[in-house]
């Protein structure tokens, strides 16, 4: 029989043991409601400049119950370090745009502080005086005020303002971005440093805020990295008594990131690790995190460095607590550098994919702290074969850890990374860094067409999948960006397009020909008319099961409503006519002859059309003229005829001559996956011997497309670009995210493996 009285006690026993885990585990912060900007860039009369930035600050009521905010502003004509400290007001914390009240201190050599040097102002209230803790470049340094509003230097015994610590102070390591905590009864500084250029978290305590103990460190490592700057701005909040939050920063700007660590000890969150601490990530920089009035607020610079935001704050319960995952980094063994399209394959069949970054993040709980054996399947990327013939490392993973394999490449050209396609850093997100990474709404998508046109560069795909349904766009997807829009030529590479979308954002069609089926466009160049005005052109092909062209056709693009317009119909299929006639397909090739006239070659790789590089002349056929590429090269490597299949050429300045990037026809080990380079005098030919550059793991590489605008003319870099899809080789399993999308490639000229390039066929 069940007695009532222990069944009572067993529930409230249960009640209150879910209350004390619920109380006792970390919170998470999130961001809540819109930014408002509280400071700008602020007029510092003679020593203003264009690079100036408010970086560090401090946030604080005053006692007459004004805001106040001070800033380090960096860049500035003061003389040294370029830095000092403005101040802005505000009546309400809410109040946008706060008022400036100019200059508020600046460094005092004589004083001891480094000219220009004052670093990240703190400010407490404690006893009824105001406490600023700032740094300057060297030291932590101290000033008081009574009002909260002018505030003079503190003076310690020999009449300095840096406070007085313990031991010899290490001149080179630039101690800085002091807060100050005040925890189990004592006052706890905690401040940043870098020592041999590794950056990290210190901590000292005081009962007086005068008197501070020597230093300890409470925090470096772990996935935030060992930079320099991998821990700026240590900002400690505890929301809940005995549960302290330190804020890291790693970056600011645009890609502004801090990491947040949970302890229940205020003087360790996790060194060299981020195991029981990491919490998450939030994409601002430099934060002061405080309460007003029950509410919580987060400040950070705003993204563009000319400004401070506020926001509010929430701490919010952890839905479960999920082991962290395993980093792995994949870097090149010669280079260092990142490398995407990498795949660990476990003895179980779990698959892992490298991101752009080289990243994955390893969360399969069944292969924690366990010895676990993966397959290295890198596409040109690989680790040596062991004693059995498997490539392939030994790796024992754990949460929060970070783990590296490094790979040697065995082709020429280095893999830069994904351009299109979903999840471009998906792995790096789940670790919490390029959170502010934009996805384009586009998980897959056919071979590029490109043209610079009216100062920008213009892209068009082939069939594109989306998100929403399995049938996605079939009349080319289209996008713009910047002729030379890579910052970079290392990976990770980072392109973002701006896509012609319908009017709720999502990628739309911009092809839409008459006629059932498909619309593929090739030939894609911008023209000048008679009057010299660009336009885009295009010739389509309409599609019908399985793959077959039913009618083709010459298009423009109307810079009006963002749609390829049909000009006039080239073929239509019909007994009489099975076949298309030639029309400018393909990749163009914008050439001058030595007679300074101006031609567009048409070709896929090698130049099939040419015609006057006019918008008129595109038109006319009786201005086209036919040509025949030869139909194979010969291969530098053995002699052995090379089949060309589809890619596109290009004049290359560094060269002195027309080069192509083209996949081979029927290659070896992968079908239609192998990509060779070749050189020639002239867009027609003769061309020299050709040289493997890439090569893939039973995979699909077609239709690769030259990026001669992306480089500067003299640039001995290469850039291309093609589709990598399970389509076509002999029943892979598809790759994650990559299958189906575009993957760019680095050739470097200069390397010596092309050097047999350069050597003519017959030579």
């Not at 792995?427 to 934009?438: A, F, I, P, V």
């Not at 093609?722 to 399993?733: E, K, S, V």
Request: hydrophobic share 35%.
């Amino acid at each position: 029989m069940l007695n009532p009285m222990r069944a009572l006690f067993a529930v409230v026993t249960l009640a209150l043991t879910a209350a004390s885990s619920a109380a006792n585990q970390p919170l998470v912060p999130r961001l809540v409601g819109p930014w408002w900007t509280i400071a700008g860039d602020p007029d510092l009369g003679v020593l203003t400049t264009p690079q100036q930035q408010p970086v560090d600050f401090g946030i604080w009521q005053a006692a007459d119950g004004t805001w106040q905010l001070w800033s380090c502003i960096r860049g500035t004509k003061e003389p040294g370090n370029t830095r000092l400290f403005h101040r802005w007001e505000g009546a309400r914390l809410t109040d946008r745009d706060w008022t400036p009240r100019g200059i508020a201190l600046q460094a005092d050599p004589a004083l001891g502080e480094t000219r220009g040097g004052l670093q990240a102002p703190y400010v407490l209230r404690h006893d009824g005086t105001f406490w600023m803790f700032y740094g300057d470049w060297v030291n932590i340094c101290l000033a008081t005020s009574a009002d909260g509003k002018t505030f003079t230097r503190h003076r310690n015994s020999e009449g300095k303002p840096q406070l007085d610590f313990p031991g010899p102070v290490d001149r080179t390591r630039n101690g800085r971005d002091p807060m100050v905590l005040r925890a189990g009864g004592r006052w706890h500084l905690y401040h940043t440093a870098h020592p041999d250029n590794h950056g990290a978290d210190y901590a000292r305590t005081s009962d007086d805020l005068l008197h501070w103990s020597h230093e300890r460190l409470v925090a470096a490592g772990g996935r935030a990295g060992t930079g320099p700057y991998s821990a700026e701005c240590p900002f400690v909040a505890e929301p809940q008594p005995g549960h302290f939050y330190l804020f890291r920063t790693q970056r600011y700007g645009k890609a502004a990131q801090t990491r947040v660590y949970h302890s229940r000890d205020p003087l360790d969150f996790g060194v060299g690790h981020d195991a029981g601490h990491y919490v998450t990530t939030l994409p601002v920089a430099a934060p002061e995190v405080f309460q007003h009035e029950g509410a919580w607020y987060l400040a950070a610079l705003l993204p563009t460095l000319k400004g401070i935001q506020l926001t509010r704050l929430e701490w919010t319960h952890a839905p479960s607590q999920a082991a962290e995952p395993c980093r792995i980094d994949v870097v090149e063994q010669d280079s260092g550098w990142p490398v995407p399209l990498v795949e660990l394959r476990t003895t179980h069949l779990a698959r892992l994919v490298t991101d752009n970054a080289g990243v994955i993040a390893l969360d399969l709980p069944e292969v924690m702290g366990r010895d676990t054996w993966f397959d290295v399947v890198g596409h040109g990327y690989e680790v040596p074969k062991d004693g059995f013939g498997f490539r392939g490392v030994r790796l024992k993973p754990q949460p929060g850890q970070t783990l590296r394999v490094t790979v040697r490449r065995t082709i020429i050209a280095k893999r830069l990374g994904r351009l299109t396609g979903a999840g471009l850093f998906a792995e790096s997100q789940k670790l919490g860094q390029d959170l502010d990474w934009t996805e384009s709404g586009v998980f897959g998508c056919d071979s590029v067409q490109n043209a610079v046109h009216r100062g920008k560069l213009y892209w068009a795909w082939g069939d594109t999948t989306l998100p929403h349904y399995p049938l996605g766009i079939f009349d080319m997807s289209s996008a713009t960006t910047a002729p030379q829009p890579l910052e970079s030529f290392k990976p990770p590479v980072r392109l973002v397009f701006h896509y012609f979308t319908l009017p709720g954002g999502r990628p739309r069609g911009v092809a839409k020909m008459p006629g059932t089926g498909p619309t593929w466009l090739s030939g894609y160049v911008s023209l000048p008319t008679g009057t010299g005005a660009p336009r885009l052109v295009a010739t389509y092909a309409k599609i019908k099961p399985p793959l077959d062209a039913y009618e083709t056709g010459l298009c423009a693009w109307n810079d009006d409503t963002s749609q390829f317009e049909p000009l006039r119909v080239l073929w239509t299929k019909s007994d009489s006519a099975p076949k298309p006639p030639p029309a400018p397909d393909g990749h163009p090739c914008v050439v001058k002859d030595p007679q300074g006239k101006t031609w567009v070659y048409f070709g896929n790789p090698l130049p099939t059309l040419r015609c006057p590089a006019t918008f008129e002349a595109w038109q006319d056929a009786s201005t086209w003229e036919i040509l025949q590429p030869p139909s194979a090269l010969v291969s530098a490597a053995d002699g052995q005829a090379v089949k060309p299949h589809s890619g596109s050429l290009a004049w290359n300045a560094f060269r002195r001559r027309y080069v192509t990037v083209f996949m081979e026809a029927f290659g070896k080990p992968s079908t239609f996956g192998e990509l060779w380079y070749a050189e020639a005098p002239a867009p027609t030919g003769p061309w020299g011997r050709a040289v493997k550059i890439l090569s893939h793991d039973n995979y699909t590489f077609y239709n690769p497309r030259l990026h001669p605008e992306f480089t500067p003319p003299e640039s001995p870099m290469l850039l291309f670009e093609g589709t990598f899809t399970q389509q076509f080789a002999n029943r892979p399993p598809p790759t994650s995210r990559y299958d189906y999308n575009q993957v760019l490639y680095r050739l470097d000229l200069d390397d010596p493996a092309l050097a047999p390039a350069q050597r003519p066929a017959g030579g």
